[in-house]
C-alpha cells in the first residue's frame, strides 16, 4: 500500500456534509435578502399606477385628505402602456374632490413601472383640444395628438368646474414606418 493511500485512507470523510451545510447557510442568508429588500417608488417596481383602474393614497401627515387617482385612459406604442391618471384631493375638512394635477404612466406588459411623469395643465378652451374626440393631425405633420379621454372635474379658484382632458401625442417615425410616443397633452376646458 502506498503512504499516499493509507494517508486519505485514515482521514474520516466529512467534507460533504459541511460542504453542503455551508452551502444551505450561504443560501439560507441570501434568500431573505432578496425577498426583504424593500420596493421603491422607482422605475421597474410593480406599481398601481400600472396595474389598477383606481386607488387611494393617503397623506401621511392627514390620511382623510390623500390622493384619489383615477385612470382615464391608456395608449399603446411599441412595448409599452402610456397610463394616463387624474390626482383629485379634498381641502383640509371637507370630502369634496378637487382637481389637483395629472400624470402618464410608462408601463411594460409585465405592469412595471417604467417612468412617470407630472403634466401640466395647459388652458385650451374654444379649441379642437377642447371639443375634439377624434385624433388630431394638423395638415403636412409627421404628429398626430390621439385623445385618451376626459373628466367633469371641481376646481379651486376663479371657475368652480372644468373638463380635463387627455391627449397623447405620436411622432411618425420615417424610419421604422411607425408612430412612436412623443409626449402628453393635457387641457383644461
Aim: hydrophobic content about 35%; proline content about 7%; charged content about 10%.
Amino acid at each position: 500500500m502506498s503512504p499516499h493511500h493509507t494517508l486519505f485512507a485514515s482521514r474520516p470523510r466529512r467534507r460533504r456534509p459541511t460542504l453542503l451545510l455551508i452551502l444551505g447557510l450561504v443560501l439560507g442568508l441570501a434568500a431573505p435578502t432578496v425577498v426583504a429588500a424593500p420596493a421603491s417608488a422607482g422605475p421597474g417596481v410593480l406599481s398601481a399606477h400600472c396595474s389598477t383602474s383606481g386607488f387611494f393614497e393617503p397623506n401621511p401627515v392627514d390620511p382623510s385628505i390623500g390622493t384619489t387617482w383615477t385612470l382615464i385612459g391608456a395608449r399603446s406604442n411599441e412595448a409599452f402602456t402610456y397610463r394616463y391618471w387624474m390626482a383629485q384631493q379634498p381641502p383640509s375638512g371637507s370630502s369634496i374632490l378637487y382637481y389637483r394635477y395629472s400624470l402618464v404612466a410608462k408601463c411594460n406588459s409585465g405592469n412595471f413601472l417604467i417612468s412617470s411623469t407630472t403634466l401640466t395643465t395647459t388652458g385650451a378652451s374654444g379649441t379642437a383640444y377642447c371639443t375634439s374626440s377624434t385624433d388630431i393631425t394638423p395638415p403636412a405633420s409627421a404628429v398626430t395628438y390621439r385623445y385618451v379621454g376626459q373628466r367633469w372635474v371641481r376646481t379651486q379658484g376663479i371657475t368652480p368646474t372644468a373638463t380635463i382632458r387627455y391627449w397623447h401625442v405620436e411622432r411618425f417615425s420615417y424610419v421604422s414606418l411607425t408612430w412612436t410616443y412623443d409626449s402628453s397633452y393635457v387641457v383644461r376646458c
